[in-house]
């Protein structure tokens, strides 16, 4: 007769019984119908579902654009959050300030033309607001990351070419600094590189740790 081989008893080595005790990340959603924001989250190679916030985006009387943006991205997060309280949801939104009034994504060529003649030359601050929250733990936080951007003497032709190359109408002050936008401008101020795109990635991720989620961590 053959032997009957022992079966070897199974030892839980000190680094699978880390994996085994590290908690699920929770599910992470980004509030936004903006490609620009997706395409930048992309970069922190994290899992996400993508999910449209049903947020009026309206202005309230004597609100500043700073405060619009911050209240439209706490909005836009807790719209989405209230439908997965165990997720947690990014929320972003950007207005452009010059000297007080807000200035908003233009929609049409007219409109965009009409706008770039008034910040040529002009120094603008493109506010930037993220809001981070996971109802399931109260957790919510708020940052705004503010871009001074500084464009140059634009002149008609200038501003024509532009636009029909970039058809930037989705973007707040019709200019995408990350492609041939960047021609408008003289300089640009920032602790955060890519919140002129859309969204604070600097802030995101600091915000993301305290919520839950590193995406630095497996």
């Known amino acids: 007769m053959g032997s009957v081989a022992t079966p070897v008893p199974l030892i839980a080595t000190p680094i699978a019984m880390t994996i085994a005790r590290m908690p699920t990340p929770p599910l992470l959603i980004l509030a936004s119908t903006s490609r620009y924001r997706r395409q930048l989250l992309e970069r922190l190679h994290l899992p996400f579902d993508v999910v449209a916030p049903q947020v009026d985006e309206s202005a309230l009387a004597g609100e500043t654009p700073l405060a619009l943006a911050r209240r439209l991205a706490l909005a836009k997060a807790h719209a989405v959050a209230a439908l997965r309280q165990d997720a947690v949801v990014i929320g972003s939104d950007q207005v452009a300030d010059l000297d007080g009034q807000a200035i908003g994504k233009p929609g049409t060529h007219d409109r965009a033309a009409a706008q770039l003649r008034q910040l040529s030359g002009r120094r603008v601050v493109f506010q930037t607001a993220v809001a981070v929250v996971r109802m399931a733990t109260g957790f919510e936080q708020v940052a705004v990351a503010p871009v001074t951007v500084q464009f140059r003497h634009l002149r008609d032709d200038e501003i024509e070419r532009y ?56």
């Open 163 to 218: 636009l029909r190359s970039e058809q930037p109408y989705d973007c707040a002050g019709s200019a995408k600094c990350e492609t041939l936008g960047i021609a408008l401008l003289d300089a640009i101020d920032s602790d955060d590189p890519t919140a002129l795109v859309g969204l604070p990635l600097i802030r995101t991720c600091r915000m993301l740790r305290e919520a839950g989620i590193d995406p630095l961590r497996p």
